[in-house]
């Protein structure tokens, strides 16, 4: 017979592996629950951001993403982004967020901006992309008018390399239908994006009741939609379904700003229509020469060039 001893002995060792699978459990459950709810918020930050891509980003392409861990409470997300300017894919800035255990989401900008330099033909003021150092293109609403200064890059296009070729955000003098929009572009070039009226009489800068000089909207400021070259009227469908989702998806990234635009379109109705989507301008892509065609243009505003791909353009024979 073992001694009293032994007995408390063996009882305590019992004890300690009892004591040890369930340390072991319990941090394998937690371990499971971390895992799920990281993988939840991770797949409703790339569903928010998705959606909100839906609407923005003139001109520019989805090429995926990538994950990265940046510790057991957040993660990162890298949507590699790109311009295609008449068949050539260009680079673009990457659009980068981060995500939380806690289900946070917000974009990692840093201290990076856009690079501001004088146009060395026009002496005006140009944004670039920090990454592409690409021109930011601008946009110009018909109902403001007074802009220190609109751009007509038109006028610059005689001064390009004959082979390059280029996206260009068109600003039109009034409010326009899809329909209207695109009947205006001629089939010479590439019509790539529709810009949509979203203001109100908010978005009009006041400092102690005096009304400031406007600046144009950058291409990171403007909503709107791809177009379908084949069915104009069936990429404004698209745009309206990102925009009920996005009114719907309550606990969305983007839900006030969609709510917002989804008020503002429908006014007093519960339904947004392609006839109350009102276009404010467009964004084109060609060749120099096919863009000097658009000078013809009575409804153009404003025109400021973006992205350009100077050598071949995918035109000529090899």
Do not use: C
């Amino acid at each position: 017979m073992k001694s009293p001893p032994e007995r408390a002995d063996t009882k305590s060792q019992f004890r300690r592996l009892v004591y040890l699978a369930m340390a072991v459990f319990l941090l394998l459950v937690a371990s499971i629950v971390w895992f799920s709810i990281m993988r939840i918020n991770q797949e409703k930050a790339i569903e928010d951001v998705q959606l909100f891509q839906q609407i923005t980003g003139p001109n520019v392409h989805s090429a995926g993403y990538q994950i990265s861990d940046s510790g057991l409470l957040r993660g990162t997300i890298t949507f590699k982004r790109y311009k295609e300017v008449d068949g050539i894919p260009m680079d673009w800035g990457d659009d980068v967020v981060s995500y939380s255990l806690f289900g946070g989401l917000r974009r990692i900008r840093g201290t990076v901006s856009s690079i501001q330099l004088p146009d060395p033909v026009t002496g005006q003021r140009r944004a670039y992309d920090p990454d592409s150092k690409q021109r930011i293109m601008e946009f110009y609403r018909p109902d403001v008018f007074d802009y220190e200064e609109i751009k007509n890059d038109l006028a610059l296009l005689p001064q390009l390399d004959p082979d390059s070729s280029a996206e260009m955000a068109l600003s039109f003098d009034s409010g326009y239908s899809v329909e209207e929009a695109s009947a205006m572009i001629p089939d010479s070039v590439s019509l790539k994006w529709f810009w949509v009226d979203t203001y109100s009489e908010n978005d009009t800068q006041h400092h102690n009741g005096i009304i400031l000089p406007s600046f144009p909207n950058s291409a990171n400021e403007v909503y709107g939609f791809p177009n379908d070259a084949n069915n104009p009227s069936a990429s404004a469908k698209q745009f309206i379904d990102a925009l009920n989702l996005g009114y719907e998806k309550s606990n969305g990234r983007y839900h006030r700003e969609f709510k917002r635009i989804f008020h503002y379109i429908t006014k007093d109705s519960e339904t947004v229509n392609v006839e109350d989507i009102e276009i404010f301008g467009v964004v084109v892509t060609g060749s120099a020469d096919e863009l000097a065609s658009l000078a013809e243009l009575q409804q153009v505003r404003a025109s400021s060039l973006g992205v350009m791909n100077k050598g071949y353009n995918g035109k000529d024979d090899l």
